[in-house]
């Protein structure tokens, strides 16, 4: 497998640690860690393959530093990235909100061309709202992980995901633009 940039954005710190659980689990990958506060648009454009790794704030808001980088994002072209996501946030405590800054990062990466893999179902998680949805609501845009109410799954899911990326990445399957390629609202 060829080198992944992984980029995260994280104010706590627990964004950034799963960001280095997960490159840790990606043994068969190059994995070059990127704190989204100190990376540019020519860091993020120099890989064909990608995880962004954003939390959800308060009411549905973007971490600072994704907030600072956004204009940098909407002017890249991913019509050639692989993209895999991952988000955090609080399930129980801002649940109308659930993941809603993966969902924004979700639709404006799609919307520059990419192709998004590692969906994510929905069942085990309680929730009343997120932007972070496929049309159908079965699936996650990318991996949820609920450090605050779910810690207990989280080691658990980055090792499922982990393994669906690797052969996502590995073999270039179908791009998973679930299920159809039109970003949602």
Do not use: C
């Not at 104010?11 to 506060?37: H, P, Q, W």
């Amino acid at each position: 497998m060829s080198k992944i940039g992984l980029f995260f954005g994280s104010d706590t710190g627990n964004t950034e640690v799963i960001a280095r659980k997960l490159a840790e689990r990606l043994t068969s990958a190059e994995i070059d860690l990127y704190n989204i506060a100190e990376a540019g648009p020519d860091d993020m454009d120099r890989y064909d393959k990608l995880i962004l790794g954003i939390p959800t704030w308060d009411f549905g808001g973007i971490q600072e530093n994704w907030e600072n980088f956004w204009p940098s994002l909407e002017a890249l072209d991913f019509s050639h990235k692989t993209v895999a996501l991952f988000g955090l946030g609080d399930q129980f405590g801002f649940g109308d909100y659930f993941l809603d800054a993966m969902g924004l990062l979700y639709d404006v990466i799609v919307a520059q061309g990419a192709t998004v893999i590692g969906f994510w179902p929905t069942e085990g998680y309680d929730f009343e709202e997120s932007k972070a949805l496929t049309p159908d609501g079965s699936h996650f845009v990318g991996l949820a992980i609920d450090e605050d109410q779910q810690f207990n799954l989280t080691e658990q899911r980055l090792d499922a995901w982990s393994q669906q990326l690797i052969q996502a990445f590995e073999f270039q399957q179908t791009p998973q633009r679930h299920p159809s390629s039109l970003p949602h609202t």
